[in-house]
């Protein structure tokens, strides 16, 4: 294998490709399924595997760019990005990114970086995955109650139809996701999941995502796509800004791209053909996995860590990608079914 093995000059390490496109292979294919870049996987397993933690979040966020051009244009092509609001939440997400790199940078000279940051992964990871996990069991019990009844109960008043109507000029509407709100409620997600994004090394979709459905209120295909757009942007931010500190291995996510490239374009179009909610149940699942290969890291158990990561991500995949494959059998069936029917 140490034919596959490559030296990484700024980060001062060797490392085997064939990992770095696995990586970037099942981060490319959750990326474009969930609407993140993935980076929640990528870091923490860059990490996992030797990578010093602010190189591995620098890393990330130059590979998670590019990857996100691949998937944004999918999406386009499926009309799930709300460019509108995307552009909205750039100046917050900016200035967020610069925060949180500045902070990450004090953490490193102070000796903290590996362990705060590991730790804020585990607190971050299990509060998104709980909540949506919630969100999944409660839209369950909802639909199992309504069955039978000839008229559903009520929906109760969300969160974000509240937010939607604080009146803070100037308001602004944004016609495709369908939602109308004050615009200083999407930079300031952008603010803190810009802030998030720097300090995680992520683009901030595994926060951002959740955000835009239940803070801003949009569809969860419209908020897969618009977060890509807005992962697309911080990346690129980040990996400027952790480019000038020189904690971008370009090497490492270069052969990562080449993965990505591939998955991405397979777990984008896997999202025409499976349910909102269907969605979100394996989003916390893989939110929960990646939190305990963080935990086991933390805890110095790192082949039980490595192990958890790459086959949490395989497995995923594979689930993306046989929801891709019935997806694309069941359509085509439909098709040759309505070709017979009309040659009758």
Excluded at 13 to 29: A, D, E, S
Excluded at 30 to 58: D, E, K, Q, R, S
Excluded at 154 to 180: C, D, K, V, W, Y
Aim: proline share 3%; net charge positive.
């Amino acid at each position: 294998m140490d034919y596959f093995t490559v030296y990484l000059p700024i980060a001062g390490m060797h490392f085997n490709v064939l990992l770095l496109l696995l990586i970037g292979f099942t981060v490319g294919v959750c990326g474009g399924f969930f609407g993140i870049g993935g980076a929640w996987i990528v870091t923490p397993a860059l990490n996992i595997f030797g990578f010093p933690m602010p190189y591995a979040i620098g890393t990330d966020l130059a590979h998670m760019g590019g990857k996100s051009i691949v998937s944004t244009m999918r999406h386009g092509k499926f009309g799930n990005v709300d460019l509108r609001l995307g552009f909205s939440m750039i100046f917050g997400t900016t200035v967020g990114m610069e925060l949180g790199a500045q902070l990450v940078m004090m953490l490193e000279r102070a000796g903290l970086a590996e362990s705060v940051i590991r730790k804020a992964y585990i607190v971050f990871l299990a509060l998104i995955g709980s909540y949506v996990l919630y969100d999944y069991i409660s839209h369950t019990r909802r639909t199992k109650t309504t069955q039978g009844y000839a008229t559903a109960a009520p929906r109760q008043e969300t969160l974000a139809s509240r937010l939607q109507r604080i009146n803070i000029p100037p308001m602004i509407h944004f016609e495709t996701s369908g939602i109308t709100c004050s615009l200083w409620l999407p930079v300031l997600v952008g603010l803190s999941t810009g802030i998030v994004a720097a300090i995680l090394g992520v683009g901030g979709g595994f926060i951002r995502m959740p955000a835009l459905i239940y803070l801003i209120g949009c569809p969860t295909a419209v908020a897969v796509g618009t977060d890509l757009f807005e992962v697309m942007i911080t990346g690129a931010y980040g990996a400027f800004t952790y480019g000038v500190k020189g904690r971008v291995e370009l090497i490492a996510a270069m052969w990562m791209l080449l993965g990505a490239a591939v998955g991405a374009q397979m777990g984008t179009v896997a999202v025409k053909y499976v349910r909102g909610y269907a969605i979100r149940l394996l989003f916390a699942t893989t939110i929960f996995i990646a939190c305990a290969s963080v935990v086991m890291k933390q805890l110095g158990l790192q082949l039980a860590s490595s192990i958890t990561i790459m086959t949490a991500g395989i497995a995923i995949s594979a689930v993306i990608i046989g929801w891709l494959v019935k997806g694309i059998i069941a359509e085509r069936a439909a098709a040759r079914r309505d070709e017979a029917g009309g040659a009758k």
